[in-house]
């Protein structure tokens, strides 16, 4: 049975089998790239299809102009601080980019193309900056 691809982000997406002890035996597929994964299946057919089934979120459609604008002067100043601060932070410790997205930023896999597409990963790989002199 053939695999989808990742719904969230449309790279390959691959079945791993658990194996433990007695011969008990779990299924996954996972996304080889944003690393989404349906797991914990009794067959193999089982974990691909239900990840072939999976809804992906790839079509969220974000106007960001449009929020923004929704945003009250307050609170466009708090969240520029705290994406200016994380963004920063990313520059001097560096990380990948679902690092950034997930970690830093608190995001789940909904997010990953959306950023993907506002140039976040661009952002990301690109991005060094110097420690802060004392
Ligand atoms: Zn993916």
Redesign the pocket.
């Known amino acids: 049975m053939e695999i989808k691809s990742?719904p969230?982000?449309g790279?390959e997406a691959v079945l791993n089998v658990q194996e433990f002890s007695f011969g008990y035996k779990r299924f996954e597929v996972y996304?080889t790239?944003?690393l989404?994964a349906k797991s914990n299946y009794d067959s193999s057919l089982s974990a691909i299809n239900a990840w072939n089934h999976r809804r992906g979120k790839m079509n969220i459609a974000v106007d960001e102009t449009g929020v923004w604008k929704s945003l009250t002067d307050i609170e466009k100043l708090g969240a520029t601080a705290f994406i200016f601060k994380k963004i920063s932070e990313h520059g001097r410790e560096s990380g990948s980019f679902r690092f950034l997205i997930y970690t830093r930023l608190g995001f789940d896999t909904d997010a990953y193309s959306v950023l993907l597409e506002s140039g976040g990963l661009d952002i990301s790989n690109n991005l060094v900056i110097p420690p802060k002199e004392d």
């Open positions: 990742c969230f982000c790279q996304c790239s944003c989404v």
